[in-house]
């Protein structure tokens, strides 16, 4: 009895040990961790390796799971100041206990999830923990389940390849994988794959296969398109390219036209001088049978008369005329092979040519997929209202000059830009903004824009004063409402950071999220949490109370007001708490925990408004548009299927650089970003896409901003956060 006594105590102090009292790492090892049904270790064979009955081992499991020191709280650490246990991981959780029948109990294999740290360690899961530097830590957690066919492993394997993890990205892999996922329909290994063929990374770039993909992800087959606004550097220089090798195929090809004709000049002449040579060596065949004919009778009448002389200076002359015969043959023969040479080199340059051809197509095609020039209006928008009209009417009143502001983007190059027949200049981001006398009839504006491809954009509308004004035909259709198309329940996270402890402190970020909060609670009908200067913990905690709550019929909004710092060495962004120090990056909160926490929410739409920088974004192709001259048909339908895909995307005040923390020159209480933010979300007045608040808003913003600090606002798909072509969208209640 005491030996199996103090086999018990063993049992009950190793169990003890392992993992705080986590159980299941030490039964899944005697399970021989993941091993198939067949070689899994029976509870029989467990029981007798440890000599105690069933009965008084699940005795002890559960005598030891009700001990105080065993319960969550108990296990828990005691809070951290820097909320690292909310930080989502990849997790391993053990197996699970099953039973088969009466006698077999045994593990299934452990289970991967994302989740956060802390609840990782309280189910006795794996988790690797400030360890990055490879790739196997990663791939331990999602290959074996992607080597079994799974498409959610299977695109977090292509992240994991594409991400480097401390190592070089290997694109080709992460290209592989996400095309296993994305061919058994997975929206965001779609979109990650579409992102590598508009990037050419791991794949040829292909802009139309990139664009398949992207259509696939948001399940329509119009309103995606490759993304033309913010025109990069990079891509420019990438058109360039194109067009320069476009003309090369084109010069190559006119030089082989001119060739072919040569050639065929030549062999035509060739032709006619083999008809020539042929006639007269038919001429010159028949005079020397008629010469050898001759001869001979003349030869047999020398022959009698015994004229020697004669019959020779004959011979001669038949001689003569033999080898002429024989010259005009070869001079056929060469001509026969000339011919034959030239129909060589002919036909050669005809398939040099179609080769060539077919390549200047091709470069044409891949000019022609980066889209034509595009005029989005900011300042009259072009709303609901005037849809009904044509040419739209803009209410407003006579005897004022109107700014009419918007943005030109043009991913060929913009040839010309006139504003009523009147050529304008854009300045180097594509704004422009120009003041019209509204007189007391109707004023037409007429914009045009033509790319170097020759294609055409225009917008046309009327500034009408307000008692002209019509009101438009009465829709048929039923309008679109929250009700019929369902778009859920709308959360806020509103974080606004002003009082810094070591950081220099900020004028408007309190009064943006108290404005912020007020007008999407009492305009949009938004549950928001406000967190007004918070530390590290605050923010992290919050975030995975939202990832904890949330369903995938919600949406969740983070706006951030604060601080934020990018690491230019390794393009990291971090966004700045309260408690964060300016020579350590320790509190800091990097933009890809954020992402994380995107990724690892069930929300259906997420949207990051950060007045500050945010890294890490996909390009804008993958965010399905609502064209303008929908019908109210073709809307709902847009809405509904972009309402249905899940999306993760950030909208921030700049690129990479530097935001300003007031009202333009002028001053204020908002920020350049907010006051311009606030400003749209108050005066909209219908279901508002993500895309259309970013476009109102850009040109405000850097005109805003032009004076002391360039400002560029940016709007993106979030890489790595499960975007799926869908698109936040803000309901007015």
């Not at 109990?105 to 006795?124: M, N, Q, V, W, Y």
């Not at 020397?288 to 020779?312: M, N, P, V």
Request: net charge neutral; hydrophobic share 35%; proline share 5%.
């Amino acid at each position: 009895m005491f030996g199996r006594s103090s086999r018990i105590s063993a049992v009950v102090f190793s169990l003890g040990l392992l993992r705080r009292c986590h159980l299941f790492p030490f039964l899944e090892h005697c399970s021989r961790n993941n091993a198939p049904r067949n070689d899994r270790i029976p509870f029989a064979q467990l029981k007798n390796r440890i000599g105690i009955t069933r009965v008084s081992f699940l005795f002890i499991l559960s005598l030891l799971l009700s001990l105080p020191v065993c319960t969550p709280e108990a296990l828990s650490a005691p809070p951290s100041a820097s909320g690292d246990e909310f930080l989502v991981v990849d997790c391993l959780l053990p197996g699970q206990i099953r039973k088969l029948g009466k006698r077999t109990t045994f593990l299934t294999a452990r289970r991967p999830i994302k989740t956060s740290a802390g609840d990782c360690e309280i189910r006795g899961g794996e988790y690797v923990s400030y360890d990055r530097s490879d790739y196997a830590t990663a791939l331990k957690v999602w290959l074996p389940q992607a080597q079994e066919g799974d498409a959610t492993a299977q695109t977090y394997v292509g992240e994991i390849y594409e991400k480097g993890l401390g190592l070089q990205p290997d694109y080709v892999l992460a290209a592989q994988w996400y095309r296993k996922a994305a061919e058994k329909g997975d929206a965001r290994a779609q979109v990650n794959l579409g992102h590598l063929y508009e990037k050419g990374l791991g794949v040829e770039k292909d802009p139309s296969k990139a664009l398949n993909w992207y259509r696939k992800a948001s399940g329509l087959s119009e309103g995606i398109s490759i993304e033309s606004a913010s025109v990069s550097t990079e891509t420019q220089k990438e058109l360039e390219e194109l067009k320069k090798e476009v003309e090369v195929r084109k010069r190559e090809s006119e030089s082989l036209r001119e060739q072919l004709r040569r050639t065929q000049d030549q062999l035509e002449q060739t032709r006619k001088e083999l008809e020539r040579r042929k006639s007269a060596v038919e001429t010159e065949q028949q005079r020397l049978e008629e010469t050898r004919e001759e001869l001979e009778r003349k030869k047999q009448l020398a022959e009698s008369s015994g004229d020697e002389a004669e019959i020779k200076r004959l011979e001669q002359q038949l001689n003569k005329r033999e080898a002429e015969f024989e010259q005009q043959n070869q001079k056929m023969t060469s001509l026969r092979q000339e011919i034959a040479k030239l129909e060589g080199e002919a036909e050669n340059s005809r398939r040099e040519l179609a080769k060539l051809s077919q390549e200047k197509i091709g470069e044409e095609k891949k000019v022609a997929d980066y889209g034509g020039p595009k005029i989005e209006m900011i300042d009259p928008p072009l709303s609901e209202e005037t849809r009904g009209l044509t040419p739209p009417r803009i209410k407003t009143r006579a005897g004022i000059e109107r700014v009419i502001v918007g943005r030109v983007t043009a991913p060929s190059g913009l040839l010309t830009f006139t504003f009523n027949d009147r050529e304008e200049k854009l300045d180097e981001n594509g704004l422009f903004r120009f003041k019209t006398l509204v007189q007391s009839t109707s004023t037409p504006v007429k914009l045009v824009a033509i790319d170097r491809q020759g294609k055409r954009a225009s917008v046309e509308f009327l500034l009408t004063p307000e008692a002209e004004v019509k009101p438009p035909p009465p829709i048929q259709e039923e309008r679109e409402s929250p009700t019929s198309i369902g778009f859920g329940e709308y959360y806020a996270l509103i974080i606004g950071n002003k009082e810094y402890a070591h950081w220099p402190r900020l004028k408007t970020p309190q009064n943006d999220a108290i404005k912020i909060d007020k007008v999407l609670r009492e305009k949009y009908g938004f549950k928001t949490k406000v967190l007004i200067n918070a530390t590290r913990r605050d923010i992290l905690e919050a975030l995975n109370d939202y990832r904890k709550i949330l369903t995938e019929k919600d949406n969740l909004l983070i706006y951030y007001a604060g601080h934020g710092h990018l690491d230019e060495k390794i393009s990291r962004g971090y966004w700045v708490p309260v408690d964060g120090e300016t020579d350590s990056p320790v509190q800091w909160i990097p933009t890809f925990a954020i992402t994380d926490f995107l990724s690892g929410m069930s929300a259906k739409h997420v949207l990051v408004v950060a007045d500050s920088c945010y890294s890490g974004a996909l390009t804008r192709s993958a965010i399905a548009r609502l064209e303008a001259g929908m019908s109210d048909a073709a809307r709902r339908n847009w809405l509904k299927i972009t309402s249905d895909k899940r999306s993760r995307t950030v909208l921030s005040s700049g690129d990479l650089t530097p935001v300003l923390d007031t009202a333009g020159s002028s001053g204020g209480e908002n920020s350049v970003f907010a006051k311009a933010l606030l400003t749209v979300l108050t005066e909209n007045k219908e279901i508002l896409e993500g895309q259309k608040l970013y476009t109102q808003i850009a040109a405000q913003v850097a005109y805003a901003a032009s004076a002391e600090l360039e400002q560029i606002p940016q709007y993106a798909p979030v890489q790595y956060a499960g975007h799926e072509s869908g698109d936040f969208l803000f309901v007015p209640q």
